[in-house]
């Protein structure tokens, strides 16, 4: 397992070459320049994401909630019962967080089950 913040474009054929188990903390678009599908076209089946959700995205200063919910939503119809995909905020909730929104990927998530 290692620790991937920050943007990894350059570095997702090194993690292969690792051959690490878990990339923790992956943080996707908007936070970096990386989307989470070309990060898991190169990782495929071989390495598990955990992240997903950057930090920002729980900010009212970065998203609206409606362009956050629009996030979530997809994230999950993509994600959300996919093997080597665990969801996560990437690298912290941050103090300027937003509980609604936090409520609102809890309650996705326990709708997905």
């Given at each position: 397992m290692t620790y991937t913040?920050?943007?990894?474009?350059?570095?997702?054929?090194?993690?292969?070459?690792?051959?690490?188990?878990?990339?923790?903390?992956?943080c996707p678009f908007p936070m970096t320049r990386c989307h989470l599908d070309e990060i898991r076209a190169?990782?495929?089946?071989?390495?598990?994401?955990?992240?997903?959700?950057?930090?920002?995205?729980?900010?009212?200063a970065s998203a609206s909630f409606e362009e956050f919910c629009q996030f979530i939503d997809g994230l999950l119809g993509c994600y959300g019962h996919q093997s080597h995909f665990v969801l996560?905020?990437?690298d912290l909730a941050t103090a300027d967080a937003e509980r609604d929104r936090?409520?609102?990927?809890?309650?996705?998530?326990?709708a997905l089950s």
């Open positions: 913040d920050g943007e990894n474009r350059l570095l997702l054929a090194l993690y292969l070459e690792a051959d690490i188990d878990i990339a923790d903390s992956i190169v990782f495929g089946d071989r390495i598990t994401i955990w992240g997903g959700i950057s930090s920002i995205l729980l900010c009212r996560g905020v990437s936090v409520q609102y990927i809890r309650d996705k998530v326990a």
